[in-house]
């Protein structure tokens, strides 16, 4: 993260899940700038600067369902696959993330 000048406005710049974000902060002054990008920082580790999607939170068990499926196509390994479902049927309430 960091603080960059364009003409007279200082503008903030960070990287966030592989997606670089650059927004103006409209002010002419550094020191202030530093409070706004430290404000934003703070956003960032609370989670309340970007908004998850619906779909984005998974439970283990789907993800599992989904490795399993996958699996059943592509993989003649039984032990693999039984292993998979022990695990769901133990965290598959858990959120992934």
Known sequence: MGLFKR???WWIGFTCRGKRYRES????DR???QRILD?????IAEGKWFEKSP???KTFGELMDLLIN???K?????AYISSAKVLKNFFGDY???
């Open 74 to 78: 592509d993989c003649k390994s039984k």
């Open 70 to 72: 996958y699996s059943q």
């Open 95 to 97: 959120l992934a993330f």
């Open 39 to 43: 404000k934003v920082k703070g956003e």
């Open 55 to 57: 779909g984005e939170s």
């Open 25 to 28: 902060t409209g002010i002419a």
């Open 7 to 9: 003409g007279s406005v």
């Open 31 to 33: 020191k202030l700038a």
